[in-house]
């Protein structure tokens, strides 16, 4: 069995799937990558048009939705993943129709149900950002999303914040998302110590959002499981109402 | 240096007056279940502050009472003219009141909604002087969010009765969401508690809303630049379990409203015992948490399941059943509907199966156009087979062999469900 590796960007994927369409190949990570002697390995070279290709075909088979969804799936970077999106890619080239509500097929429900969990992930991470104030005037927030999903976010943050400079960085991935009141870059950083970096009303504002919080509970209905449902803790560390 | 330290020291002062307010006005407010942020579609194209586009809600925490935060939801004041039973606010409760000023509440949310911990603002008030004293400061301060600092986040603003036609008006252009609480779901109920309010003045605004909204979308369909008003349109609240309403009265009532004045939402909020009055609950009774979420998902069966009222609760069935969801206890007292074939039926007749919800019923008549579904495909698209399965039949027939009557499929579906507020009925002792 032949083992194509990509680099991990999403344009290496899709020249990865145009590679091996046609052989029995699988798809893997490089770096992720354990070596397998019995298995012979060729090492994709990322290329822009051969990513196209692929792309401009898939469209043509799916909707803007389902695009998406092929997207979003991939950046769950689960493990599987690249196996499952190129039996997908496979079953919608291989069929005149388009397949993408097929949730009969068992790709088809994986890939739907894949893309809805990095669905939830950009949603929390709209719901859970906390910006803090820095001397020069950038919101700036820390975060450890489960999946890739800053990409998804910059429109969501861009059009919210159209008059303030943000950033959201990941420090599992170590990149961020700088938005300079013009357009969003990606950006890489040391993080140092973040002492004495705040606007002197920073800490005043969140005192005042932890007082809000505080009040806005009502202790006769108390429901920590529900609460636990929504907001897991592993987020909570992030969150200044919960410290 | 002695001017600096004066004005060091009346900041400070000032913060902990603000802290203070905060912590007073934000526990008088949080009775008001709504904390909803979506519906409206106010777009960011101003290079302003926020944006409401594409009109889905988000909820920024959770209290440890498991209720979403999405909201600065807070009273402008707690002082009140008024004296209802069932308000902690009521004029005769010996509280801290306080009041926040226009641009303290600006402030708030501006600042609130830059670090990105609120979609918006939801501003309610005591009565302070007179209602449209009141409501002119309210409309005020949305007024300024909107048009100084260019905010198109959430505002959801309750419109106060008896406040002028004007004053309403004005609130409709600035706010994406006006409400009116009923307050009690009986006019009994109301005389009763808050013998002050009158349901007619209630509905006046809300009358008055409706009667906008549809007028506004008319001029739409023939004039270019019409204002947008309450884009996310009116809601309202009823206490449960302070009077002695039953469910059927509740529901009705919610059905009647959504109906009349086109309402987007009724919010059920289960009384909260705060006072030792003999005419309510007294302060060691339980929050009706469980009959408050039969409510809702009643609410939902009849906005989005195709079920009218008198199906879910009549005079045969005026409460809801708490043990089992209502749709499953609607579909045991209809057995003759069942079975249902998964691969034919229409939609909205998938949507009435108990164990299936509007989800997995998209899914299922996307799916099945590509091949007949079978158990197991049901399963991994969502659906709750140890309910649904006594109600359908698929490609491979029925699941259960054996024809049971709505007893005994209460009774085994009770006994397999883990209830997240009931323990199973077991009689104390067991003998055989």
């Known amino acids: ?243 | 240096m002695l001017n600096i330290l004066v004005f060091l020291a009346k900041v400070i002062v000032m913060q902990e007056r603000v802290h203070e307010k905060l912590s007073i006005l934000a526990d008088a407010a949080k009775y008001d279940v709504s904390c909803a942020s979506s519906g409206s579609d106010r777009k960011n194209t101003n290079k302003g502050l926020g944006n409401t586009h594409p009109g889905m809600g988000i909820c920024h925490s959770y209290t440890p009472d498991g209720r979403c935060i999405s909201l600065l939801k807070i009273l402008l004041t707690n002082y009140c003219i008024y004296d209802c039973a069932y308000c902690v606010s009521r004029k005769r409760n010996d509280i801290k009141r306080a009041a926040f000023t226009v641009q303290e509440v600006v402030d708030l949310t501006i600042n609130f909604y830059r670090r990105n911990y609120i979609e918006g603002l939801f501003l309610s008030s005591g009565i302070f002087k007179n209602p449209d004293y009141t409501m002119e400061r309210m409309v005020r301060i949305a007024k300024d969010l909107r048009t100084i600092h260019k905010f198109n986040g959430y505002i959801h603003l309750k419109a106060i009765p008896g406040a002028s036609d004007e004053l309403m008006k004005e609130a409709g252009m600035y706010a994406d969401r006006l409400s009116v609480n009923l307050e009690l779901p009986t006019e009994e109920g109301l005389k009763l508690l808050a013998p002050e309010k009158k349901r007619a003045d209630m509905i006046q605004p809300m009358n008055f809303l409706k009667n906008e909204i549809i007028r506004l979308d008319d001029e739409r369909k023939v004039l270019k630049k019409v204002p947008t008003f309450v884009p996310a349109g009116q809601s309202t609240q009823v206490i449960v379990g302070a009077g002695k309403e039953t469910d059927k009265d509740i529901v009705h009532l919610a059905s009647r409203f959504y109906q009349q004045f086109k309402l987007k939402r009724v919010y059920y909020s289960g009384y909260v015992p705060i006072s030792n009055d003999a005419r309510l609950p007294g302060l060691q009774s339980q929050v009706p948490m469980m009959r408050e979420n039969r409510l809702y998902q009643a609410d939902w069966l009849m906005r989005f399941y195709g079920f009218n009222a008198h199906e879910l609760l009549n005079d045969a069935n005026p409460h809801l059943d708490t043990e089992i969801d209502p749709k499953l206890s609607w579909a045991l007292r209809n057995m003759h509907f069942f079975p249902i074939d998964i691969n034919t039926a229409d939609k909205m007749l998938i949507a009435r199966i108990p164990g299936i919800g509007m989800n997995s019923v998209n899914k299922i008549i996307a799916a099945r156009t590509f091949s007949a579904l079978g158990w197991d495909q049901l399963q991994q698209m969502g659906v709750q087979l140890n309910r649904a399965k006594y109600f359908i039949t698929c490609k491979k027939g029925a699941m259960e062999k054996k024809d049971y009557t709505s007893g005994q499929i209460r009774r085994q579906i009770l006994h397999q469900s883990h209830s997240k507020y009931l323990k199973l009925h077991t009689p104390q002792l067991s003998l055989f």
């Not at chain 1, 029995?24 to 070279?45: C, H, L, W, Y």
């Not at chain 1, 140092?192 to 009303?201: A, C, F, L, M, V």
């Open chain 1, 1 to 243: 069995m032949e083992i194509y590796l990509y680099d991990g960007s999403f344009e290496g994927f899709l020249t990865a799937v145009f590679d091996s369409y046609k052989k029995q190949g699988v798809i893997r990570k490089e770096n992720a990558f354990v070596p397998d002697m019995f298995a012979t390995t060729i090492s994709v070279q990322t290329d822009l048009e051969k990513a196209d290709r692929v792309w401009m075909g898939l469209s043509k088979k799916l909707s803007a939705d389902g695009l998406h969804q092929f997207f979003a799936a991939f950046l769950s970077e689960i493990d599987v993943i690249e196996d499952q999106l190129l039996n997908y890619a496979r079953y919608i080239f291989e069929n005149q129709l388009t397949i993408e509500h097929d949730f009969g097929n068992a790709f088809v429900l994986f890939v739907a149900q894949t893309a809805r969990k990095v669905h939830r992930e950009k949603h929390r991470m709209e719901a859970f950002v906390r910006f803090q104030l820095t001397k020069d005037g950038i919101y700036f927030s820390l975060v450890a999303p489960d999946y890739n999903v800053l990409p998804l976010i910059i429109r969501h943050f861009k059009e919210r914040y159209a008059d303030q400079r943000w950033m959201i960085y990941d420090r599992v991935r170590n990149y961020g998302i700088y938005y300079d009141l013009e357009k969003v870059d990606t950006i890489w950083m040391e993080m140092d110590k973040q002492e004495g970096i705040w606007d002197p009303n920073e800490n005043d504002y969140q005192a005042l959002w932890q007082t809000y919080y505080k009040g806005a509970n009502i202790a006769g209905r108390v429901n920590r499981k529900l609460q636990l449902q929504h907001m897991p803790k592993r987020y909570w560390k992030y969150l200044p109402e919960l410290r």
